[in-house]
């Protein structure tokens, strides 16, 4: 039985509104695990609160707790010490009553992927108890309200992922629950389906007055909550209202544009400078997030250069997010990478080599009657940074290993470093790393092991191959978990193993299949910057992301909708294309919903 079913398996119809002011209670909680011979302090005195009515997020890094705690509100577990309660009763001494009057979706709740959307509804129904006389409206109006009413026919397993998000929704929502919580329902969802998730959680709360507790691994989220509460190494870092926290940053947040640099010679440079508390790519100039509310001095910061701007711009949520971090911890997390530490900015941008070293035609992929991809054309030169995006389903993934060699095509042209993939796949992947959104990683191998796994397989003499992984264990910190297997490390560090992996045959061509899912915002900054300093160097990169602020960091991006190709461009000129009057200034994520809305009218029309 999955465990969302067993969360919920009640009789018993509950109030949406109970009077009480608090719906949840944590009050110096501690909970501990043992795990690879280590004792893991997953929540330490943790105590907040959460009020009714309100949408409260739940923020933080990797092994921060958010999980534990998720579990523990939901009866699952027993603290080690503390007490929680839930909707007025004791989550250990009366779970099932607690079990019984809230919703409790997991990261990964158990859909059956053999049977239909209906026989899904179906099952979780018979498991909550829902009476038979009730179901009929409930399933109505749960599948009005995720968009599901044209697909109870369809299976679970060939929903997209957004789909299969919303569907696992409807069924923790089929007995009306007073507290839902939801375990980071968001990652690996594409930004149409984030905002469609949202619009239901928002509804529920407005008009059946639900408490929400939400995670999250997209901070923009934590600017959608009434009340945010920031965890770290098991403990409470900071709570209240993100509007409240983000003017904290007041003062602290500017736009730096540099002519004569790339944009990723220019971030790399700030990341470095006293003062500078973080720099990201955003458009064509850099986001610096200083440490104090002093203006920067540009003379002072990037000597010798001519043709600087400097703009002040609203501070976000993130930003805080990211200074409270650094400030409990005191580690530059925003460090770049080693083979990325400029001593001086650079007299004018690294020029890229201008040769195609990807080069795609015509490409179609069909899976029986089905065509995954549709003439897809484009072509990517070398040292380019090249994003890939699109919804759930929209066939980014099936391109990209079609790309790599590991699918066959079904009709038009793939070179890739100039070999012709459908008749020597074998000779590009030898010059091709590639990192998929699983990390591909073998769970009950050490850390040591998967790296002289990996280097194996690329065909790495022994010699090298020992040099390469001492690289890898230095580069990526890793060496003190050399011993540790990889499935015990904490996503932050899966995804490290698992790029140097990739890069353990010092590849031309880097192929990252949404490498940053559900990794918190310190350890997607640290990707990033390895990422920039690769391209810099030379390597060409391809990367499918669902976060919009990443596609920022590429060169240009292509945006596909089932199977094809909307549109290619530079992010800055696809942001300018969705520009209107009412959107004067759009964000890459407006402009992508605004593009698959478009494209998706249109074949409705056709």
């Not at 009340?227 to 904290?248: A, C, N, S, T, Y």
């Not at 092991?449 to 690289?471: I, K, M």
């Not at 959107?583 to 029309?605: N, S, V």
Request: charged content about 20%; overall charge neutral; glycine content about 8%.
């Amino acid at each position: 039985m999955p465990p969302a079913a067993a969360a919920l398996q009640t009789s018993q119809q509950v109030p949406a509104s109970p009077g009480d002011a608090i719906a949840l209670e944590i009050d110096a909680v501690s909970k501990a695990f043992r795990t690879d011979g280590r004792l893991v302090q997953a929540l330490d005195k943790l105590s907040f609160s959460v009020r009714h009515g309100t949408v409260t997020g739940l923020i933080g890094p990797d092994s921060a707790g958010k999980t534990t705690l998720m579990r523990l509100a939901a009866g699952l577990l027993v603290p080690d010490s503390g007490s929680i309660s839930v909707l007025g009763k004791n989550a250990t001494a009366q779970s099932l009553q607690v079990q019984a009057s809230i919703g409790y979706m997991p990261q990964r709740f158990g859909l059956y992927e053999d049977l239909t959307v209906q026989e899904n509804l179906d099952l979780y129904a018979d498991l909550q108890g829902v009476a038979q006389t009730d179901r009929a409206g409930r399933y109505h109006e749960l599948l009005q309200m995720a968009g599901l009413a044209a697909f109870t026919r369809r299976l679970a397993g060939q929903l997209s992922g957004g789909m299969k998000q919303k569907l696992g929704l409807a069924c923790t929502l089929l007995r009306q629950p007073a507290l839902l919580l939801l375990d980071e329902p968001t990652v690996g969802v594409d930004p149409l389906s984030r905002r469609e998730l949202w619009a239901i959680v928002k509804r529920l709360v407005r008009n059946e007055n639900t408490t929400v507790l939400l995670s999250t691994a997209y901070l923009d989220e934590a600017e959608r909550c009434d009340e945010v509460v920031l965890l770290h190494d098991g403990q409470r870092l900071d709570q209240g209202d993100p509007k409240r926290l983000r003017e904290r940053m007041q003062g602290r947040t500017f736009a730096v544009g540099a002519a004569q640099l790339s944009k990723r010679s220019l971030q790399a440079y700030l990341a470095r400078v006293p003062g500078v508390l973080d720099a990201l790519i955003q458009g064509e100039h850099v986001r610096l997030v200083t440490v104090d509310a002093t203006r920067p001095n540009l003379a002072t910061m990037l000597p010798g250069l001519a043709d600087i701007s400097l703009t002040e711009v609203p501070p976000r949520y993130e930003d805080s997010f990211i200074a409270l971090l650094k400030a409990r911890t005191h580690a530059d997390s925003a460090a770049p990478s080693r083979t990325a530490k400029p001593e001086a900015p650079p007299a004018r941008a690294k020029a890229a080599d201008g040769d195609a070293v990807i080069e795609v035609a015509q490409l179609e992929r069909r899976f029986g009657d089905f065509r995954a991809v549709k003439g897809v054309s484009f072509a990517v030169s070398r040292g380019e940074v090249f994003g890939l995006l699109g919804a759930n389903g929209a066939g980014k993934t099936t391109t990209f290993r079609m790309l790599c060699g590991l699918l066959p095509p079904s009709g038009g042209s793939l070179r890739v470093a100039g070999v012709d993939l459908r008749h020597a796949p074998a000779a590009a992947r030898a010059r091709i790393g590639y990192m998929s959104q699983k990390f591909s990683l073998y769970a009950q191998l050490s850390v040591m092991q998967n790296l002289h796994f990996f280097s194996s397989t690329y065909g790495l003499a022994r010699g090298r191959a020992d040099a390469r992984v001492r690289w890898a264990l230095a580069e990526f910190a890793l060496a003190p978990l050399a011993d540790s297997a990889s499935g015990d490390l904490s996503l932050g560090y899966k995804q490290r193993l698992a790029l140097a992996c990739a890069l353990m045959h010092e590849p031309d061509i880097l192929f990252l299949d949404e490498p940053t899912s559900g990794v918190d915002p310190l350890a997607r900054r640290e990707f990033w910057q390895r990422i920039n300093a690769l391209a810099e160097l030379g390597v060409t990169v391809m990367v499918t992301t669902h976060f919009m602020e990443e596609a920022e960091y590429c060169d240009r991006i292509a945006i596909m909708a089932t199977g094809e190709i909307l549109t290619i461009g530079s992010p800055s000129a696809i942001k300018q294309r969705a520009r209107t009057q009412t959107l004067p200034d759009p964000t890459m994520e407006d402009a992508f919903i605004g593009l698959i809305e478009a494209g998706t009218q249109a074949e409705d029309r056709s």
